[in-house]
C-alpha cells in the first residue's frame, strides 16, 4: 500500500467519523484546497479520500462545485437495507441448490473467522479501542456474504445488492456506540451461524428467511449505532489533527 494510499484511508475515516457524528452537516461543500492545507497533504490522498467517501454514499460531486456532504434519511438508509434484505434472501436461497463443498468450507472458514472478530471486538472498549478492528470486522463480514454470492452466481442481484450494502458501509459507522450494543454485535455473529447451518442441510427456504432476518436486524444495529452517535457529537478538530500526525 502507497504512503498516499496510508494518508487517503486514515483521511477518509476522520471525515466520514465527522459526517456520521453530525459535526458535517448535510449540504456541507469540501474543498480540496481547504482539506489539503487542514490535513497538511497534497491534494493526491485528499482526491483519494473523497472518492472512498463517495464510494460509501457520504458525498457528492459537486460540477465546478467541490465536494458536498450528502444528506441520507433515515427513511433512504431503511430502504437500502431492505433492498438488500430481498436481495440477499435470493442469493442465499439459490446458494442453497449450488454451493460446492469447497464453498461450504470457504463459508465455514470465514464464519469463524468473523465469530473470533466479534468475540476481540466486543472484549474492547467503544472508542479508539473498537475502531481500530472495525475495518477487520467490515471485511470479515462481506467476506462471508461473498462466498454466498459466488455460490448463487447471479451477477446482477450480487451488483445491486452490493451496491446496497455500500450505505454505511466503512468501519467509522459501526465502532462508536457502548456497551449496551453489544448483544447486537453477538446476535449478528449467531445470524451468520446459522445461515451458514441452513446452507450445510441445504434448506433453501430456511436459508433465505435467515438471510433476510440478519439484513434487517443489521439495521437495527447500526439504527442503534447512529442513535448513540447522535446523542455523543464527536470533535472533529481534535480528530483532524490526530490523523494530521498519523498520515505524516
Not at 101 to 123: G, H, M, T, Y
Not at 138 to 152: K, L, P
Not at 183 to 204: D, P, T, V, W
Request: aromatic share 6%; with cysteine; glycine share 6%.
Amino acid at each position: 500500500m502507497s504512503l498516499d494510499s496510508t494518508k487517503a484511508d486514515d483521511i477518509a475515516l476522520v471525515i466520514e467519523e465527522a459526517i456520521v457524528s453530525g459535526e458535517l452537516a448535510p449540504g456541507t461543500v469540501l474543498r480540496q484546497e481547504q482539506l489539503s492545507e487542514q490535513f497538511n497533504v497534497s491534494r493526491t490522498p485528499i482526491r483519494e479520500a473523497l472518492r472512498r467517501l463517495a464510494a460509501l454514499g457520504l458525498v457528492s460531486f459537486v460540477p465546478n462545485r467541490g465536494v458536498r456532504v450528502r444528506t441520507i434519511s433515515r427513511e433512504e438508509l431503511h430502504e437500502a437495507f431492505l433492498v438488500r434484505a430481498e436481495l440477499e434472501a435470493l442469493a442465499t436461497e439459490t446458494a442453497a441448490a449450488k454451493i460446492t463443498k469447497e464453498q461450504l468450507q470457504e463459508l465455514d472458514d470465514c464464519e469463524q473467522q468473523f465469530a473470533k472478530i466479534s468475540v476481540e471486538l466486543r472484549s474492547r472498549e467503544p472508542g479508539e479501542e473498537r475502531r481500530s478492528i472495525m475495518g477487520d470486522w467490515v471485511r470479515a463480514n462481506h467476506s462471508f456474504h461473498d462466498v454466498i454470492y459466488r455460490a448463487a452466481d447471479l451477477p446482477l442481484v450480487e451488483q445491486l445488492a452490493k451496491s446496497a450494502r455500500r450505505s454505511f458501509s466503512g468501519p467509522a459507522v459501526w465502532a462508536p456506540g457502548d456497551h449496551s450494543i453489544d448483544e447486537l454485535y453477538a446476535r449478528n455473529a449467531e445470524q451468520h451461524r446459522a445461515i451458514k447451518q441452513a446452507l450445510f442441510a441445504g434448506s433453501a427456504g430456511g436459508a433465505r428467511e435467515l438471510a433476510r432476518e440478519h439484513v434487517l436486524s443489521s439495521f437495527h444495529l447500526l439504527e442503534t449505532i447512529l442513535e448513540q452517535v447522535g446523542a455523543q457529537p464527536r470533535d472533529w478538530a481534535k480528530a483532524r489533527g490526530r490523523s494530521g500526525s498519523a498520515a505524516g
